[in-house]
Structures are given as structure tokens and as C-alpha cells.
């Protein structure tokens, strides 16, 4: 009975020796990685704002977009002045629904160009996952500057 109480301790201890390796070497494993990972990432990050604000087509989409809001204002004094307040308020909730959907329409093709040109340059660069830079605290290469100059050719 006692032998059988001391190969348990033994067996026990050997156990958690081995766990507490086993943890150890994790951890050394892992302390040099995360060293490279600083310098050298495959996660990439842009300034996704500047690239679409900084593209010319958003200017363009921005002159249309001020035609759209001006013409649905002439629009909306002219008919809303034989209006009561209700048909008012549903005549402006089209409109705005309407210029909603102008924008949308126009701002996803520039989306879009934008999302290309991150994939083209992350997959020339080799990165698997690109965010936004925004929700980046602290790692990944970044592609900003990449990135505009194949949307801009510059």
C-alpha cells in the first residue's frame, strides 16, 4: 500500500514535470516569433480613408453628388410649397432616400477599385490579411503608399 502511494507521487510529479516543460518550450518558441512578427508580417494595413479620399474619382463623385443634392432642393421647394406638413415630410424621405441610393451607386465602384488594388498589392507583397489601419495598435507592414500609387499610376 505504501509503494503504490509513491509510484502515484512519482507518476504525478513526472506528469507535471513534463507539463511545465512542455509550457516552458512554448513559451520560448513563441517569445521568438512574435519578435519577427514586428518586422516582418504578413498582415498588412492601410489607411483605407486616404485611399478612398485621396482618389480622383471621389472628387468627381463628390461634384456629382452636390448636382444631385442642389437639383433635390430646387426640387423639393418648388413642389412642397402646395404641401401640408405630412406630404412634406414624405416628399423629403423620397428625396433623401433617392440621393441616398445615387450615392451608394456611385461610391461603390470607387470601393470597389480600392479593394482591388489593396488585393493586387498584398498578393504581390505576399500578405494574407490586410485591415484597416485604424484597428491596428501596434505591427504590420504597411501598404498605403503601395496602394495609391496603383490606383493612381504615380
Known amino acids: 500500500m505504501f509503494k503504490n502511494k509513491r509510484n502515484a507521487k512519482i507518476i504525478a510529479i513526472a506528469v507535471?514535470?513534463?507539463f511545465v516543460l512542455g509550457v516552458v518550450g512554448i513559451a520560448?518558441?513563441?517569445?521568438?516569433?512574435?519578435?519577427?512578427?514586428?518586422t516582418s508580417s504578413n498582415i498588412g494595413k492601410v489607411n483605407y480613408g486616404r485611399l478612398v479620399t485621396e482618389n480622383p474619382e471621389w472628387t468627381k463623385m463628390q461634384q456629382t453628388m452636390q448636382t444631385e443634392y442642389d437639383q433635390a432642393k430646387k426640387d423639393f421647394d418648388e413642389k412642397s410649397k402646395s404641401m401640408n406638413d405630412q406630404?412634406?415630410?414624405?416628399y423629403y424621405n423620397q428625396l433623401k432616400e433617392r440621393l441616398d441610393l445615387k450615392e451608394q451607386e456611385l461610391k461603390a465602384p470607387i470601393f470597389d477599385k480600392v479593394n482591388a488594388a489593396v488585393k493586387t498589392v498584398a498578393?504581390?507583397?505576399?500578405?494574407?490579411?490586410?485591415?484597416d489601419?485604424?484597428?491596428?495598435v501596434y505591427g504590420g507592414q504597411?501598404?498605403?503608399d503601395d496602394v495609391m500609387k496603383n490606383l493612381t499610376g504615380k
Not at 406630404?87 to 414624405?90: A, I, T, V
Not at 504581390?124 to 485591415?131: D, L, N, P, T, W
Not at 489601419?133 to 491596428?136: D, E, K, L
Request: glycine letters at 12%.
Open 16 to 18: 507535471v514535470a513534463f
Open 87 to 90: 406630404e412634406k415630410e414624405q
Open 123 to 131: 498578393d504581390a507583397k505576399g500578405i494574407a490579411v490586410v485591415m
Open 133 to 136: 489601419a485604424g484597428n491596428v
Open 142 to 144: 504597411d501598404l498605403t
Open 28 to 38: 520560448v518558441s513563441q517569445s521568438g516569433s512574435s519578435k519577427a512578427a514586428g
